[in-house]
């Protein structure tokens, strides 16, 4: 077969990359949560009124807002994942036939 095949007959290779962006910003969400738990008692504090996300004035990591971020990351996640899956699924019938 020849070589690059794949990459010039799908898209397979940006889902796969697709995949491994999600992942990251998947650890990084989880990273942030982690972090502030262990830092300080109460880093789960809701944010003063006003502040913006992610500024220092929040005093803490704003937990519903990491959970939304969260739920938004795996629902793209599953849904390359769905796609990635597709696009083999044609590629072995193209070969097949």
Same mark, same amino acid.
């Given at each position: 077969m020849p070589f690059g095949f794949i990459n010039r007959v799908s898209n397979a290779t940006g889902l796969k990359e697709g995949?491994? #962006?999600?992942?990251?910003?998947?650890?990084?969400?989880?990273?942030? #949560?982690?972090?502030?738990?262990?830092?300080?008692?109460? =880093?789960? =504090?809701?944010?003063?009124?006003? =502040?913006k996300? &992610?500024?220092?004035?929040? &005093?803490? #990591?704003?937990?519903e807002a990491e959970m939304v971020s969260l739920a938004d990351e795996q629902l793209r996640y599953e849904t390359t994942a769905k796609l990635l899956e597709k696009t083999y699924a044609r590629l072995r019938t193209v070969i097949k036939e």
């Open positions: 995949l491994d #962006v999600s992942t990251q910003r998947t650890r990084m969400i989880a990273d942030r #949560v982690a972090q502030a738990s262990l830092q300080k008692p109460d =880093a789960f =504090a809701i944010p003063k009124a006003g =502040a996300p &992610g500024s220092p004035e929040i &005093g803490g #990591v704003d937990l």
